[in-house]
């Protein structure tokens, strides 16, 4: 498919109606709109923002102020903080038409297809037979996969005012290709073929063409073919955007890796100016172990003789050091990004910010709150003033400062996150869900709030609503690889094996160096909701190749669902032979280390993860098994503590690490170091009635007392935590609320287990 911004007049009719709004409102001087519209009309976007976003806070109900407003964000890269105002705009008729162009052109632009046919459809109510706004809706009905047929009734009613579009052929052979009518497709790619030629319609037709002829082979499984046609179409159109993205999925698709890498190097040699292909290019480069290599790729970008391209380089660099984690120089990169766009006399606002924030990650606090105190937008001031007392556990104020940020700027995606984190810490779990509901409201893509909020249903036993959350926008954003991890989980859950399968077959596809973690993770959910023995069962008749290094994590949960199910002795020779396979893999020194402990086999079983260590010092499952093993508290704590650093992402570690200080002696220092453990994992029952414990047995049952007994009832704590919120309510002489938790919790204990998934959280107030 082609580049919509250059397949499509969009551009040029939104800067006429741009040019046309200037002209014809005939606005005298003192109206403060007449600077802005020049300044858009002359294509400087940029500089009207931060103006327009102080004027739209005095002149609210002034939909002019919007739709500016809006194009400028539009036109700035940032069409998820423009939809806000743009949608406000179109319900002026003079601006129905531009803002809604623009909110069409941005949702087809970002994927977003359900956004572009719904105001596509509004717009095409007041204006019937605009072919712009019929050719961009048939584009997005068949490239939502969804309404092929409806996009065959717009590409018709296109052509019957214009015989001549060849931009209708587009959405026409998308359409038919969804509907399998192959023979009428090949027909339609034919006659764009000829039309192209007959009009002379110029490379960016042309490339787009060539690469649809590459698709339609590759559809109709006649691979060879379709090889050969994108190698003709990349020698033809090395740098032309459609060619080079789709050619780059051909080959990812059949993991043909290094040469995606060498269609991206050819890409930047065609079009050395192309930010997009120098940051694509970075970051394959980055992945591939070539750290250097991509380093020098993007300095060389910011000996640019024109300043702004150079502040554009400076921050790629800056965001380079930030994906390797060296903030430092993240921060001092985007320091002498700030400086040159000062001296280009570039707006930097955003760039103010960028800057602020990598300063928070590099834990330099008091200069991010400088940084904040010489921003002009109040509404960047407050959210990096929220970060930072949200960073130095001050989350109370932090939820202040995101109030703020809401009321300046309703429709930022990260304010609204970070409160919900805000708001876990406090323990408000209600409007944590309603803010991360909001920020995926806003932009799905932003943040992994779709992720979290899922972790935080499925903790408090609520699977279906898990997934529910997870499939928001999925089409059109997908998940990061640790929301795509908690889906095959919940499918487990929930008893769906061929969603299972098919999830599988993914990660088979698209990233098979992560096929055995998936697997695993599959294979805890069937053990959640139908015992070890049927997540054995899925493990064994897989065609998982477990003596596979990059399977190791499957062989992992093969030995510990096993032994659960009384069956360990049976995975002997599928242990040794992974060994005897690959004993210089840490992995599988640690899965053999975990069939020796859980077999009794303990001395055998440290040698096993010391074993794994000295190939890895970072194995945080050979660390924590030390742990596990080691008789003496301080020793199992150091082991413990190197194991949480190493996978902060699984709590267990750390609970050891508390657990060795309380048979220490050290009350003190687990519950300092229990709250540790809550802060990263805020959803950890045990972690809560722990500490519910050690207050009691102090004599406090204050407000953060009762509110950690809540939240082990509601994550799962079970008849246990309900017991601990009863005697909460009972030492704070609520006795009312005391006999009703005690009501529950006998009731629960005279119920059986139940077959539905409020079992899983029996504990729910």
Not at 475 to 499: K, N
Not at 514 to 540: C, K, S, Y
Not at 593 to 622: P, V
Not at 624 to 651: S, V
Request: net charge negative; proline share 5%; charged share 25%.
């Amino acid at each position: 498919m082609p580049d919509v911004r250059r397949s499509n007049p969009l551009f040029a009719l939104v800067n006429t109606c741009l040019l046309m709004c200037a002209l014809a409102l005939g606005c005298g001087p003192s109206d403060p709109l007449e600077a802005f519209r020049q300044q858009q009309a002359a294509g400087d976007f940029a500089a009207t923002i931060e103006p327009l976003r102080e004027l739209m806070i005095e002149r609210r109900d002034d939909l002019e102020v919007h739709y500016l407003y809006g194009i400028a964000l539009a036109r700035t890269g940032q069409p998820s903080l423009a939809e806000w105002s743009l949608r406000k705009a179109m319900g002026d008729p003079k601006w129905l038409l531009p803002a809604g162009l623009q909110l069409v052109y941005d949702g087809l632009a970002t994927g977003n297809h359900e956004l572009a046919i719904q105001v596509a459809g509004t717009v095409l109510e007041a204006h019937p037979d605009n072919v712009n706004m019929l050719l961009l809706r048939a584009n997005a009905l068949a490239r939502s996969r969804m309404h092929y047929e409806a996009a065959l009734e717009d590409v018709d009613r296109v052509l019957e005012l214009d015989p001549t579009s060849a931009e209708a052929m587009e959405p026409r052979i998308l359409a038919l290709l969804g509907l399998e009518q192959i023979e009428e497709a090949a027909e339609a790619i034919d006659e764009l073929g000829r039309m192209i030629e007959e009009s002379h319609l110029g490379p960016d037709s042309e490339g787009w063409h060539c690469a649809t002829t590459a698709i339609f082979a590759d559809d109709s499984d006649e691979d060879e073919v379709a090889r050969m046609r994108w190698e003709d179409c990349l020698e033809r159109f090395p740098g032309h955007a459609n060619v080079v993205t789709s050619a780059l999925r051909f080959f990812d698709t059949r993991r043909e890796y290094d040469r995606s890498l060498e269609v991206l190097q050819a890409a930047h040699e065609a079009s050395q100016a192309s930010r997009t292909y120098r940051t694509l290019l970075a970051g394959r480069l980055r992945a591939a172990g070539s750290k250097q290599e991509a380093q020098e790729l993007l300095e060389q970008a910011t000996e640019s003789d024109d300043l702004r391209s150079g502040v554009l380089a400076w921050f790629d660099l800056a965001k380079h050091y930030q994906d390797l984690g060296d903030h430092p120089r993240s921060s001092a990169t985007l320091e002498r990004a700030v400086a040159l766009a000062r001296e280009a006399d570039v707006p930097h606002a955003q760039l103010l910010l960028e800057y602020a924030d990598s300063l928070l990650l590099a834990d330099r606090f008091d200069e991010a709150l400088q940084v904040a105190d010489t921003m002009t937008l109040e509404a960047h001031a407050a959210m990096i003033r929220a970060r930072v007392a949200q960073q130095q556990g001050r989350h109370a104020d932090a939820r202040q400062y995101f109030d703020a940020a809401f009321r300046l700027w309703p429709n930022n995606p990260f304010a609204r996150y970070y409160a919900a984190i805000a708001a876990e810490q406090l323990g408000d779990f209600d409007a944590a869900i309603e803010a991360y509901r909001y920020s995926i409201r806003i932009d799905a893509g932003a943040t992994d709030a779709r992720t979290r909020l899922a972790q935080l249903h499925l903790a408090e036993g609520q699977p279906r609503e898990a997934l529910a959350m997870l499939r928001l926008q999925a089409e059109r954003v997908p998940l990061e690889l640790e929301g795509e991890f908690l889906s095959v989980r919940l499918h487990g859950i929930l008893g769906q094996p061929v969603a299972i399968g098919q999830q599988l077959e993914r990660f088979h596809r698209a990233s098979p160096q992560n096929l055995g973690q998936a697997m695993a993770i599959a294979a805890e959910g069937v053990r959640d909701r139908t015992g070890p023995e049927n997540a054995v069962r899925l493990l064994v008749e897989s065609p998982m190749d477990f003596e596979a290094p990059e399977n190791a994590a499957a062989l992992r949960a093969l030995v510990r669902f096993a032994y659960e199910a009384n069956r360990g002795s049976e995975m002997k020779p599928r242990v040794e032979a992974a060994l005897r396979k690959n004993p210089k893999v840490a992995a599988v020194q640690e899965a053999h280390g975990l069939w020796l402990e859980l077999g009794d086999a303990h001395e055998t079983a440290r040698a096993a993860y010391r074993s794994a260590i000295a190939i890895d010092s970072e194995n945080a499952g050979a660390l924590a098994g030390l742990g596990r093993l080691a008789t003496n508290p301080d020793e199992a704590r150091g082991l413990f503590e190197r194991a949480a650093a190493a996978a902060p992402l699984d709590p267990d570690p750390a609970w050891g690490a508390s657990q060795t200080l309380i048979t220490a002696g050290k009350p003190s220092e687990a519950e300092a170091r229990l709250e540790e453990l809550l802060a990263k994992h805020p959803y950890e029952a045990r972690a809560a009635a722990a500490l519910v414990e050690m207050r009691l047995e102090r004599g406090d049952a204050g407000e953060r007392t009762a509110e950690l007994a809540h939240r082990a009832v509601r994550f799962g704590g079970g008849i246990d935590a309900l017991d601990l919120l009863g005697r909460v309510h009972r030492s704070r002489d609520e006795p009312k609320l005391a006999e009703a938790v005690e009501a529950r919790a006998r009731a629960l204990r005279n119920e059986g287990p139940g077959d539905d998934e409020a079992t899983l959280n029996p504990a729910q107030e």
